[in-house]
C-alpha cells in the first residue's frame, strides 16, 4: 500500500479527520488506499497553533489510513473552499498567496494502531496487513 510522510502536528490532524488536505509542491497521478506516516519531524511554532484540539502526537510510525480520491492545483477558489471548511488548519496554504502547489484530497479518513516504522520522501510502499 502506498504510504505519506507527514510531519506532526499534521499527520494527528489528519489521522483525527480534521485535516483533510495534504499539501506538496508535486502531484500525482496516484488514487486508492493510502497509509499515514507521522514523521519524526515536528513544527513546534503548528503545535503550539493546535493545543486546543489536545491530540496524541506519536513519530516514527504510521497512525492511520485513507483514500487519496485527488489531486487539485492550490489556486485562489481552493483557499476559499478551504477558508470556509477549517480557516485555522489550512491557514499556511490560505494566507501564502505566493506559495504554488497541490492538495491531496483525504477521505474515509480512520486511525490504525500504530506502527513503528521510518519514513520516506515521496509517496512510498508499505505491506499493511490489516490488525497488524
Not at 477549517?86 to 490560505?94: A, D, T
Request: proline letters at 2%.
Amino acid at each position: 500500500m502506498k504510504v505519506i510522510t507527514i510531519k506532526q502536528p499534521f499527520a494527528s490532524l489528519i489521522a483525527n479527520g480534521i485535516k483533510e488536505y495534504e499539501f506538496r509542491t508535486w502531484k500525482t497521478k496516484y488514487r486508492g488506499e493510502i497509509l499515514i506516516h507521522a514523521g519524526k519531524g515536528i513544527d513546534k511554532k503548528a503545535m503550539e497553533k493546535f493545543e486546543k484540539y489536545n491530540l496524541d502526537y506519536f513519530t516514527g510510525c504510521i497512525i492511520a489510513k485513507a483514500n487519496l480520491t485527488d489531486c487539485v492545483l492550490v489556486d485562489d477558489n481552493v483557499r476559499k473552499m478551504l477558508d470556509k471548511k477549517e480557516s485555522l488548519v489550512y491557514s499556511g496554504v490560505i494566507e501564502d498567496t505566493n506559495w504554488n502547489g497541490y492538495g491531496f484530497k483525504l477521505e474515509n479518513i480512520e486511525k490504525i494502531e500504530p506502527i513503528k516504522i521510518n519514513g520516506k520522501l515521496g509517496l512510498w510502499d508499505y505491506n499493511y496487513k490489516k490488525g497488524e
